[in-house]
């Protein structure tokens, strides 16, 4: 009973640092998302993808980019973090893009850039 | 543009009692979805139930219950007998008719149940 799976849970970063963060899930969605949730505004909408070796931007995907090899992950990347993508990250998906095919979340990943 | 607004950042119930947290929409699309999530201090975001713009009937999930006003654009959630483990950040979402399945999220309400 997996579902999505995030690594890590938790990161510091300094300004400039890279890196990747990893979203499995075990349920053979089609759909996979990243969102990213700030204090008073809810969650936003960072990428998306809609099946294997396809991604698309959403709402802010500045500084952020993401791919999808493998049906059952998408990774997503900061190549130089900055203090303003402290946020805490989730993976969400969905088996369709349907409107009543809810998200399933990941527990989230706690990223904090000095 | 779709947008979610919720306006009660905070709110507080007793123990057992009923406690509506409020939701609007805007969008211009006839075909649309509404969500409601959990988030409790854990941090991870739970599924609780769904509308769409097409049911006659408000949807209901044990406990919870949507009352949906599509001519007003409210999809209000509806939690009947709280229990302390209620207490979490709940989300209001939409997701419209493409096929690219994104929500847009509301700010969220925090839900404080008092013994």
């Known amino acids: 009973n997996a579902g999505v799976t995030q690594t890590p849970k938790f990161r510091v970063l300094k300004t400039g640092q890279s890196m990747t963060l990893l979203c499995a899930q075990d349920m053979n969605h089609e759909y996979m998302y990243w969102y990213r949730q700030d204090p008073g505004m809810g969650l936003r909408l960072i990428h998306y993808?809609?099946?294997?070796?396809?991604?698309a931007k959403g709402e802010v995907p500045d500084g952020y980019n993401v791919s999808r090899l493998k049906k059952q992950n998408f990774l997503l990347g900061l190549e130089s973090a900055a203090p303003s993508q402290t946020s805490v990250y989730f993976c969400?998906?969905?088996?369709?893009?349907?409107?009543?095919?809810?998200?399933?979340f990941g527990d989230g990943t706690r990223l904090s850039i000095l | 543009a779709q947008k979610i607004t919720q306006t009660q950042p905070g709110m507080f119930v007793q123990e057992k009692e009923a406690v509506t947290l409020d939701c609007t929409y805007d969008t211009s699309d006839q075909s649309y979805g509404l969500f409601w999530y959990k988030q409790p201090s854990s941090g991870e975001m739970i599924f609780l139930i769904y509308?769409?713009?097409?049911?006659?009937q408000n949807a209901t999930e044990g406990r919870y219950s949507l009352n949906f006003q599509k001519a007003r654009k409210s999809a209000n959630l509806v939690i009947s007998a709280s229990q302390l483990g209620d207490s979490a950040m709940y989300f209001c979402?939409?997701?419209?008719?493409?096929?690219?399945?994104?929500?847009?999220f509301g700010q969220g309400t925090t839900l404080q149940v008092k013994p």
């Open positions: 509308q769409g713009s097409y049911d006659e």
């Open positions: 969400a998906s969905s088996w369709q893009g349907r409107r009543n095919q809810p998200q399933h």
């Open positions: 979402a939409m997701r419209g008719p493409s096929n690219t399945g994104k929500l847009i």
């Open positions: 993808s809609v099946g294997e070796g396809t991604t």
